[in-house]
């Protein structure tokens, strides 16, 4: 079971904010990796991968984002935070099969 | 550029079935495992099954195993999802997405397609 926290957030322009998701059990494989991602699904549009394997960004993300965490716990910040930000994120664990988290809706304050 | 486009989505009933194919292009589709993600209206993501990239392995959730198949053809660029037995509850977008190199994650998805289950 993955929990996103909080469900939703608000946040100024140029402000930083933080997601957080929970795993009921570690994301640690028995290779020794963590499979842990975070996308964006703006409204209207299907999801975009911003960060894979808890810390890293992928190709074009800025680095506004970050993503870090371990265990069972992981955080994705985001700072400096532009209109583009917004909307729906997710995590998603594939270490133990794949399951989504619930979502975070970022909104403007 | 890599390019996923949903097609063969609408509403059908309770009980009947429906097949959903994903056309692929901008990459070396036979190199790539490929997905099936849904997202029940106002929900979240969820996902729904995958296929390596010969084809040879296949992987479900549990409540569409038995009752959903994929399958792809790589000399057409091409996955599926044929939908059987379907449910209210399998009213949801179908995006298709692409795993990764390794298959950990899904780095490029299409614009989805709608399947509406009502009679």
């Known amino acids: 079971l993955m929990t996103q926290t909080p469900v939703a957030l608000s946040v100024s322009l140029g402000g930083q904010v933080s997601v957080s998701c929970r795993s009921s059990?570690?994301?640690?494989?028995?290779?020794?990796?963590?499979?842990l991602h975070w996308y964006l699904q703006k409204s209207g549009q299907s999801p975009r991968l911003l960060i894979y394997?808890?810390?890293n960004r992928f190709s074009g993300v800025p680095d506004r984002f970050s993503g870090s965490g371990s265990g069972t716990d992981f955080t994705l910040r985001i700072s400096r935070v532009e209109p583009e930000d917004l909307g729906v994120y997710y995590c998603?664990?594939?270490?133990?099969?794949?399951?989504f988290g619930g979502g975070t809706k970022l909104e403007l304050k | 550029e890599v390019q996923l486009v949903e097609s063969g989505g609408g509403l059908v009933q309770p009980g009947r079935s429906l097949k959903l194919s994903c056309t692929a292009s901008?990459?070396?589709?036979?190199?790539?495992?490929m997905a099936w993600v849904r997202q029940a209206p106002t929900k979240g993501l969820e996902w729904v099954a995958s296929?390596?990239?010969?084809?040879?392995?296949?992987y479900y959730r549990d409540s569409v195993k038995g009752r959903f198949t994929i399958s792809r053809d790589n000399a057409k660029n091409t996955q599926y999802l044929q939908m059987d037995s379907l449910r209210s509850e399998d009213t949801a977008t179908y995006y298709c997405?692409?795993?990764?190199?390794?298959?950990?994650?899904?780095?490029?998805w299409g614009p989805g397609t709608m399947v509406t289950v009502s009679s």
């Open positions: 059990q570690s994301l640690v494989h028995r290779d020794g990796n963590t499979y």
């Open positions: 901008g990459f070396t589709f036979n190199n790539f495992g």
């Open positions: 998603l664990q594939s270490t133990h099969f794949r399951t």
């Open positions: 394997r808890v810390s």
């Open positions: 296929i390596s990239f010969g084809g040879s392995s296949t």
């Open positions: 997405a692409r795993h990764e190199e390794f298959g950990w994650y899904f780095d490029f």
